[in-house]
């Protein structure tokens, strides 16, 4: 590897990207969207005196989501675009590796990528001036936003350099990263509602006199139902950027012991998934301070109680961008034996 000749590569793409208007207006249009989201999130969080969490969070989950939206359409081509150009083979001539091609493809997307995260620094700046954003909050989700633009980068240039056509891989590229953020919600839930176990519910009604004091109790009923078992598929959502993001961050709870931003409350819906459910019950109408112990558990008990996952999603994410960059070395490397058809050479 050549750290020059890998400079010089990100400097041409990053002078073509930068050389069109649309870019600039791409830049304006996300601009304006955290404008309009963050003035929101504040009218939302208001009320609240950690509300600069509960701001901060909102407005790092949307700098994600815009992220994942126009990344693939900034990586999906980077090869193959160049390739239908005719501008890559001049490129391939040179003293340029295939390994140094991949590399600089990667880093110029990469640091596309991050100019949207740096345009939002501000307002996650002005989300923090409200007040109960912890550093460490600040500073994990950060490093979790520049991971997950690096890996979006990595599938879309992977795709670019394994699929002939650019927009085959601008659309494989979406269709990967839809299959991580809606895929893995829509498997989950499938998948929990799937897998069953059959409830037990014991209950007695009691019967009142003109004065409200038990007259009779009734006879004990049984019913009987099925549950969904999420606890069985919650590892599903692992890989999901999102979910990624909220169980890295560490967990700041309000004075009644609630997670006080979106990171936590998210974090608290995945690990209460992790927790099998109850598949019996009682309640006895005529003895029901017998049943007054019976509470939900604290969210800070049900997060402490189980498993993170976060860094076995952000491996699996990272072995799959891995996997496609070789894959994309191995179809562009030169001398190359095969082609696919219809690909131009020169």
């Known amino acids: 590897m050549n750290a020059a000749r890998i400079g010089t590569l990100i400097r041409l793409d990053l002078t073509q990207r930068m ?16 404008v309009i989201v963050t003035a929101l999130s504040f009218l939302v969080w208001s009320g609240y005196d950690y509300g600069g969490g509960g701001v901060y969070s909102v407005v790092v989950y949307m700098i994600l989501l815009l992220v994942v939206l126009v990344s693939p359409t900034l990586s999906g081509n980077a090869i193959n675009g160049e390739r ?41 700046l002005v989300a923090t001036l409200g007040g109960g954003v912890a550093p460490l909050t600040v500073l994990i989700s950060l490093l979790v936003l520049i991971v997950e633009v690096a890996v979006v980068a990595a599938i879309g240039v992977g795709l670019s350099g394994v699929l002939a056509r650019p927009l085959f891989s601008v659309a494989s ?32 009604y009691a019967e009142y006199d003109e004065n409200g004091a038990i007259d009779r109790c009734g006879e004990w009923t049984t019913d009987t139902y099925e549950v969904p078992r999420f606890d069985h598929v919650w590892w599903m959502l692992t890989p999901n950027p999102f979910v990624i993001l909220a169980d890295a961050v560490p967990t700041t709870y309000d004075q009644w012991g609630n997670p006080d931003n979106l990171f936590g409350q998210i974090k608290y819906g995945i690990r209460s998934a992790q927790k099998a459910p109850e598949l019996e019950s009682t309640w006895d109408d005529c003895n029901p301070g017998a049943y007054q112990d019976d509470q939900w558990p604290a969210a800070e008990d049900v997060i402490d109680s189980t498993v993170p996952s976060w860094f076995v999603g952000l491996g699996l994410q990272l072995l799959l961008a891995a996997a496609l960059l070789w894959w994309a070395w191995g179809r562009t490397r030169t001398p190359a034996r095969t082609l696919p058809p219809g690909t131009r050479i020169a």
């Open 84 to 124: 239908d150009a005719a501008t890559l083979a001049p490129v391939q001539v040179t003293l340029v590796t295939t390994g140094e091609l991949i590399v600089a493809k990667f880093l110029a997307v990469w640091l596309t990528g991050l100019s949207f995260v740096l345009l939002g620094v501000p307002f996650m």
């Open 173 to 204: 590229t979406y269709l990967v990263v839809a299959a991580l953020v809606v895929g893995t919600l829509i498997a989950f839930g499938l998948g929990g509602a799937a897998i069953r176990s059959e409830y037990t519910s014991h209950y007695r």
């Open 19 to 34: 050389r069109s208007v649309a870019w600039y207006v791409l830049l304006g249009v996300f601009a304006l969207i955290l």
